[in-house]
């Protein structure tokens, strides 16, 4: 018996976009169109159509028990893939082989009637699932219970919050066992907590012998969960297989902006949007504080951030953190540390600007993320996982013997040797 979960082969998917819109929505208003403007009968309709390839010539199998993340950037095919994956859209060409039923998350409001109630939904996804009403209720406790959602049980879906549908979604789809777990990263929608719940859910999803796919910006949860990794790029898969090694891949070859930039438009990011980074400074210094092309090791370094707020924000808290090659937090500098928080009016803008001082990186090459939200982890508001990357080289005035040993942080430190 062959172990294998999904076989995806030759996989393409096109849209067609800038079509003429239909703005008619039954017989009747388009009839009545028609009697207004009459002459549109004659004259045809200027089209200014182009073709978008979501997916180009897919291929991939996955294994039985596999822990698979998806990573790529904004538009580059992940969620279109999940769609098709999970038979809610169907491809141009190519074939899709899944082996077991599949469990999917992919956005709020997906797999729910919002005027029922969760107790309702529950057994109409258990259901879709192909599950009996006595297995469903064998599980409905669990499930409400990993939702947190009791007192609202009889209540009509379409009143929970953002955060109670994600929660009571994610736990129908994982915990009725399907052989397949589909989740988007919906799960930012979460607080903290829950989305590390989660990861601990779908990772003993995993170890049960069940197949998980996981689209993720968050390189870390990625590395925790996954030993697979699929990246996927304009469509296409540029590289499929170690997690760590696709990921390292991903952070060192896909992300080298400028230090210095003002265009953060097509960055990578999640949150809801409330205010924005909308520019970085990254700046090395001399001792003198004088600015220097590149961060020595013991340097100081000096991060500048502009952000817009689209509504009013109060008490949020702003991150800079570094990462290394390999997306290992290693610096989080953030405002609540020193007891300051963000607040900012509509229309109104900051800035932010943090040193950090003494920098003890070992030579190599570092990631910098950013993040805001509100200080009890309740609101991811803009978060960037990696905006750009920078350098750090030897101290040359410091350091007589050059060669980078291995590790990360390079401490100070007096030596004496003695000699007898």
Not at 103 to 119: D, I, K, M
């Amino acid at each position: 018996m062959s172990d294998i979960a999904i076989r995806v082969e030759n996989l393409s998917k096109q849209y067609r976009i800038g079509a003429q819109k239909m703005t008619n929505r039954t017989l009747r208003d388009a009839i009545a169109s028609a009697f207004r403007a009459p002459q549109n009968w004659l004259r045809p309709s200027k089209r200014t159509d182009d073709l978008f390839w979501a997916l180009d010539d897919v291929s991939f199998e996955i294994r039985q028990g596999d822990a698979v993340g998806i990573i790529g950037r904004n538009g580059a095919g992940k969620s279109t893939l999940l769609k098709v994956l999970s038979r809610i859209t169907k491809p141009t060409h190519g074939r899709v082989e899944m082996y077991g039923r599949v469990g999917s998350l992919l956005e709020v409001g997906t797999g729910f009637h919002s005027e029922l109630s969760g107790r309702e939904n529950i057994y109409l996804n258990g259901a879709i699932l192909g599950m009996s009403r006595r297995y469903i209720e064998s599980k409905f406790d669990e499930i409400v219970a990993f939702a947190e959602t009791e007192k609202f049980l009889d209540t009509p879906v379409k009143h929970y919050s953002s955060g109670m549908y994600v929660r009571l979604a994610f736990a129908v789809a994982a915990h009725l066992e399907p052989e397949i777990l589909i989740v988007d990263e919906v799960l930012a929608v979460g607080d903290e907590a829950f989305q590390k719940k989660c990861l601990g859910k779908m990772e003993n999803v995993a170890h049960g012998g069940r197949t998980v796919l996981f689209v993720s910006h968050n390189m870390n949860a990625i590395s925790a969960l996954c030993n697979r990794c699929i990246l996927i790029d304009k469509g296409s898969v540029i590289r499929y297989g170690d997690a760590a090694e696709v990921t390292s891949f991903y952070q060192s070859s896909f992300y080298t902006l400028a230090q210095n930039t003002t265009d953060l438009s097509n960055v990578e990011r999640y949150g809801t949007g409330r205010a924005r980074v909308t520019s970085i400074k990254v700046t090395p210094l001399n001792r003198d504080h004088s600015e220097r092309p590149y961060l020595v090791t013991g340097g100081d370094l000096k991060i500048d951030l502009d952000i817009a707020a689209s509504s009013d924000i109060r008490g949020a808290n702003v991150a800079v953190i570094i990462y290394d090659s390999k997306g290992f937090r290693l610096i989080d500098a953030n405002t609540a540390i020193q007891n300051s928080f963000l607040n900012l009016d509509r229309g109104r803008t900051a800035h932010v600007e943090f040193k950090l001082q003494n920098v003890l990186l070992k030579p190599g090459n570092y990631l910098i993320g950013l993040w805001i939200g509100q200080a009890t982890y309740s609101e991811d508001i803009d978060g960037i996982t990696y905006v750009t990357s920078f350098a750090v080289e030897p101290d040359l005035d410091t350091v007589e013997h050059s060669t980078n040993f291995p590790g990360i942080y390079q401490c100070q430190f007096s030596q004496k040797m003695i000699i007898s």
